[in-house]
């Protein structure tokens, strides 16, 4: 169960089952049994665009950005889904879309600011290290407007250094826009500071969940951890926003 505005980690070793996991809950891949919810609605029977519209977003493991466009380009991505202009009203320059493109630019210079990127806004992309590329993941996703956002391995490729401003920044935005947050890694030192609760994957099913110290200690984590398949664990099954799975 993940919690309305809380922030809900899941762990595991590399192959245990976590990206799999985002992928259902947002439509990507299709649950062979089982179910997800969201508030009133089940994402396993949904398709991607419905669950965009319920106000689910992500990122990726591997980089999902356009190289060669600008950084504000790539935000006006995460605008997609609210924008209301059509093609003719916004191929004509129709006082609407004006309106409406002017709107969207401020939501992106916003949201750009509070990632610490206002400056890199004209920018292309592949002109960006590593970890600023990352960033420009997460705030197009937050561009999206979101209620529940799903991070997948933000830290993956970072160093320790750039891990440590993204906690602080996964932090901020959690504190400030008070959305829930499902946070996928392998690395559990990262979430420990960062989590309310923790599920721990192995081999796709859930051999622990519960606060950060209460799984560090748990004897199927460490031996998950320690790479031992011995144990067992009960089949995945997740809440989100107070209504089961």
């Known amino acids: 169960m993940v919690e309305p505005g809380s922030m809900h980690a ?6 245990a089952g976590k990206s799999t996991l985002l992928n259902v809950f947002t439509g990507v ?10 508030g009133d609605s089940v994402l396993t029977d949904l398709r991607p ?11 990726f493991q591997n980089l999902a950005l356009s190289p060669h466009s600008s950084v504000a380009q790539n935000l006006l991505l995460g605008r997609h889904r609210l924008t209301k202009a059509g093609f003719v009203s ?9 309106r409406e ?6 939501v992106v210079a916003g949201i750009s600011e509070r990632l610490g990127l206002s400056d890199r806004l004209d920018v292309p992309l592949m002109s960006l290290s590593y970890g600023d590329r990352k960033r420009v993941e ?9 209620s529940l956002l799903l991070l997948d391995e933000p830290v993956a490729g970072m160093n320790a250094e750039e891990s440590q401003e ?19 890694e392998h690395d559990m030192a990262f979430v420990m500071g960062l989590a309310d609760r923790v599920t721990v994957l192995d081999f796709g099913r859930c051999i622990a969940e519960g606060t950060p110290d209460e799984v560090q200690r748990d004897p199927e984590v460490l031996r998950a ?21």
Do not use: H, K, W
């Open 10 to 15: 899941v762990i595991g070793p590399n192959g």
């Open 29 to 38: 891949y299709r649950a062979t049994r089982g179910r997800a919810r969201y």
């Open 49 to 59: 665009p419905r669950i965009a519209a319920l106000g689910v977003s992500r990122t």
């Open 90 to 98: 916004a191929g004509l320059r129709l006082p609407p879309a004006r």
């Open 101 to 106: 493109q002017a709107e969207q630019e401020r």
């Open 138 to 146: 997460l705030a197009r996703a937050l561009c999206a407007e979101p």
């Open 166 to 184: 993204m906690a602080r920044t996964i932090a901020q935005v959690r504190e400030t826009l008070g959305i829930s947050i499902v946070l996928v």
């Open 225 to 245: 951890y320690l790479g031992s398949t011995e144990g067992s664990g009960e089949e995945v099954g997740v809440r989100i926003g107070g209504v089961g799975a």
